[in-house]
């Protein structure tokens, strides 16, 4: 499936960089959120706390202040009536501090209030200390007085907001294993959603483009690679795309020149290979004399026949020599290949004064016939017109390690140049009218019927020319 939207991969390590950022800052976040609640709620534990704890000390000190001023008996109050009178002050400074609602500081001011009415009727008892009176009027406030009520709505504020403030606790702890799982949750699912885009933006197209630039390797030039994924991957098939197009081209370019190369060294070759069977189709018609008899012409128009047969089977296996060779191979007897091509040589034979010595095999190979017979005939050719006259020219066919082998030994002088059948260039030539392709055409026979052409000279003098040839067997 093709990447939906196209990014550069700095984009896409971007995208996860700041995935990755956010998950932390969730982490982060979360803890953050979970201190200050916990912080939070601990301050209002002891806010809540130290007012239930400052309200129950004023309470307890009034109650006291009182009963010490109750033990006096007449007689002026003592030390612990004018302490208590100090802390009950000390203890309504802390309860306004840690007031924090307006309910609750309505509360504590009625609690004042009610404590200052009760410090003015026990301040009449201190002034007029025999008056049973002031005692009496001192305690009812005490019992029934706003006080008491008082007190008790500070306590049950106090009361409703430490339960509020359990509830939500619990709540909290009930959230949180599920918020503590939260933030690795959400890692998983946006790593899970940046490897997809990843595998799909990235790491597919670069696998597709490796598969595809297999074909290119396969020299399938035409071959054109899919834009997909990540800009730096598109770019890249683009890129190859482009430098195929350029091989394509300079490949044709290449192939048209060789072919051009190939067809102005094919005409010495051609010109080459047709001089042969036109001398001896001259050298027929010559003897046909008007003193020739009906014998003669028959036989001489035979030969001619055949000359010109083998003459169009040659042209037409030179013109295939232009594209790259296409073999059609047949079994044949390489004795009859070889016979045919020292056929070809005519009555060249006979005006040098060679002798042939044959030793056949009756070995079978499976071959061009007449693309070998050529290449075979040049090398015979130029065996014969390296021969001295009365020399003897061996021709001798075996099987050799599964391989047909033509030998051809000549008593010539030996080669003048070192052969370097791998040259594309024609080689030297010594002979007058030598093109110098000729072997240069046989080994390229030779080696499109996977087979083998050497060359070496024999110490008694002359050359050896090694043709092998793989041994065609029947299933």
Same mark, same amino acid.
């Given at each position: 499936?093709?990447?939906?939207?196209?990014? =550069?991969?700095?984009?896409?390590?971007?995208?996860?960089?700041?995935?990755?950022?956010?998950?932390?800052?969730?982490?982060?976040?979360?803890?953050?959120?979970?201190?200050?609640?916990?912080?939070?709620?601990?301050?209002?534990? &002891?806010?809540?706390?130290?007012?239930?704890?400052?309200?129950?000390?004023?309470?307890?000190?009034?109650?006291?202040?009182?009963?010490?001023?109750?033990?006096?008996?007449?007689?002026?109050?003592?030390?612990?009536?004018?302490?208590? $009178?100090?802390?009950?002050?000390?203890?309504?400074?802390?309860?306004?501090?840690?007031?924090?609602?307006?309910?609750?500081?309505?509360?504590?001011?009625?609690?004042?209030?009610?404590?200052?009415?009760?410090?003015?009727?026990?301040?009449?008892?201190?002034?007029?200390?025999?008056?049973?009176?002031?005692?009496?009027?001192? %305690?009812?406030?005490?019992?029934?007085?706003? !006080?008491?009520?008082?007190?008790?709505?500070?306590?049950?504020?106090?009361?409703?907001?430490?339960?509020?403030?359990?509830?939500?606790?619990?709540?909290?702890?009930?959230?949180?294993?599920? $918020?503590?799982?939260?933030?690795?949750?959400?890692?998983?699912?946006?790593?899970?959603?940046?490897?997809?885009? !990843?595998?799909?933006? !990235?790491?597919?197209?670069?696998?597709?483009?490796?598969?595809?630039?297999?074909?290119?390797?396969?020299?399938?030039?035409?071959?054109? &690679?899919?834009?997909?994924?990540?800009?730096?991957?598109?770019?890249?098939?683009?890129?190859? #795309?482009?430098?195929?197009?350029? %091989?394509?081209?300079? @490949?044709?370019? &290449?192939?048209?020149?060789? @072919?051009?190369?190939?067809?102005?060294?094919?005409?010495?070759?051609?010109?080459?290979?047709?001089?042969?069977?036109?001398?001896?189709?001259?050298? #027929?018609?010559?003897?046909?004399?008007?003193?020739?008899?009906?014998?003669?012409?028959?036989?001489?128009?035979?030969?001619?026949?055949?000359?010109?047969?083998? $003459? /169009?089977?040659?042209?037409?296996?030179?013109?295939?020599?232009?594209?790259?060779?296409? %073999?059609?191979?047949?079994?044949?007897?390489?004795?009859?290949?070889?016979?045919?091509?020292?056929?070809?040589?005519?009555?060249?034979?006979?005006?040098?004064?060679?002798?042939?010595?044959?030793?056949?095999?009756?070995?079978?190979?499976?071959?061009?016939?007449?693309?070998?017979?050529?290449? *075979?005939?040049? *090398?015979?050719?130029?065996?014969?017109?390296?021969?001295?006259?009365?020399?003897? *020219?061996?021709?001798?066919?075996?099987?050799?390690? /599964?391989?047909?082998?033509?030998?051809?030994?000549?008593?010539?002088?030996?080669?003048?140049?070192?052969?370097?059948?791998?040259?594309?260039?024609?080689?030297?030539?010594?002979?007058?009218?030598?093109?110098? *392709?000729?072997?240069?055409?046989?080994?390229?026979?030779?080696?499109?019927?996977?087979?083998?052409?050497?060359?070496? =000279?024999?110490?008694?003098?002359?050359?050896?020319?090694?043709?092998?040839?793989?041994?065609?067997?029947?299933?």
């Amino acid at each position: 499936m093709p990447f939906s939207r196209t990014h =550069s991969l700095k984009s896409l390590i971007r995208r996860y960089q700041l995935a990755f950022l956010l998950i932390l800052t969730a982490a982060a976040g979360l803890g953050g959120l979970w201190s200050i609640f916990w912080q939070s709620g601990y301050q209002s534990s &002891l806010r809540l706390n130290g007012l239930l704890i400052e309200a129950q000390a004023v309470r307890g000190d009034l109650y006291r202040q009182i009963k010490a001023l109750d033990e006096t008996k007449g007689a002026g109050p003592g030390d612990d009536y004018w302490q208590r $009178l100090y802390r009950i002050d000390e203890h309504f400074y802390r309860m306004r501090h840690f007031a924090d609602t307006a309910a609750e500081r309505d509360t504590i001011a009625r609690m004042e209030a009610a404590y200052g009415l009760l410090l003015a009727a026990m301040n009449r008892v201190v002034t007029n200390p025999a008056d049973p009176n002031a005692r009496e009027t001192t %305690l009812g406030p005490w019992q029934a007085g706003d !006080f008491e009520t008082a007190y008790s709505e500070l306590t049950a504020q106090v009361a409703a907001q430490r339960n509020a403030l359990s509830q939500r606790m619990q709540l909290w702890n009930r959230l949180a294993p599920w $918020l503590a799982w939260l933030p690795l949750a959400l890692g998983v699912a946006v790593a899970i959603w940046l490897n997809r885009r !990843f595998v799909r933006g !990235f790491v597919r197209p670069l696998e597709q483009l490796v598969a595809d630039t297999a074909a290119l390797g396969r020299g399938q030039l035409s071959y054109r &690679l899919t834009r997909r994924g990540v800009d730096e991957v598109a770019q890249l098939a683009t890129t190859i #795309n482009a430098m195929a197009a350029e %091989l394509e081209h300079n @490949r044709q370019a &290449l192939v048209e020149r060789e @072919r051009q190369a190939a067809l102005g060294a094919l005409v010495p070759v051609i010109a080459h290979n047709i001089r042969n069977p036109l001398a001896g189709i001259r050298a #027929n018609a010559q003897m046909l004399d008007r003193h020739a008899t009906i014998e003669d012409i028959e036989e001489t128009g035979e030969d001619i026949i055949d000359a010109a047969d083998r $003459l /169009e089977r040659w042209l037409g296996a030179l013109l295939a020599y232009l594209h790259p060779l296409q %073999l059609t191979r047949e079994p044949h007897a390489l004795d009859t290949i070889v016979d045919a091509a020292v056929a070809a040589l005519g009555a060249r034979v006979s005006a040098h004064a060679v002798r042939l010595r044959r030793t056949r095999s009756n070995a079978q190979v499976a071959v061009d016939a007449p693309l070998l017979e050529q290449a *075979l005939h040049g *090398l015979i050719a130029n065996a014969l017109e390296a021969s001295p006259e009365g020399a003897v *020219l061996g021709l001798e066919t075996d099987v050799v390690d /599964e391989c047909v082998q033509l030998l051809i030994e000549d008593q010539g002088p030996g080669m003048a140049t070192t052969v370097d059948l791998h040259a594309e260039a024609p080689m030297a030539s010594t002979k007058r009218r030598g093109t110098g *392709l000729g072997i240069p055409f046989a080994f390229k026979i030779i080696k499109a019927h996977d087979g083998e052409l050497a060359f070496e =000279s024999m110490s008694e003098g002359g050359t050896r020319v090694r043709v092998r040839l793989p041994a065609w067997k029947t299933t």
